[in-house]
């Protein structure tokens, strides 16, 4: 019977021979503030929008999609206008 060999050598490496740290390291690095770290990014929204499940007709979901980017935005925006001309928002 023959042995599986590893598939990558491990390599030693010496902490002496580690890499200077640059300016581009510390520019990457985790921000702190006190002891907490700083998210970075977009700041979360103070009201986010809930996922679901939606059943469309395959003519209707072709049609939104060919009217290019931001056709959910879309969707949720004819919703809207609807839901306001019923008075129900």
Same mark, same amino acid.
């Given at each position: 019977?023959?042995?599986?060999? @590893? ?29 907490? &770290? $700083?998210? @970075? ?10 996922? &679901? ?11 939104? @999609? ?5 056709? $959910?935005?879309? &969707? ?11 008075? @129900?928002?």
């Amino acid at each position: 019977m023959t042995a599986k060999k @590893r598939s990558t050598p491990t390599t030693w490496s010496d902490p002496d021979d580690a890499s200077e740290l640059t300016a581009e390291f510390f520019e990457s690095a985790d921000l702190y503030q006190g002891n907490k &770290i $700083q998210a @970075r990014g977009r700041p979360k929204a103070a009201v986010t929008k809930e996922p &679901i499940k939606l059943r469309l007709d395959p003519d209707v979901l072709a049609a939104l @999609r060919a009217s290019g980017d931001g056709w $959910q935005t879309r &969707i949720n925006e004819t919703l809207r206008a609807s839901l306001r001309l019923a008075g @129900r928002l």
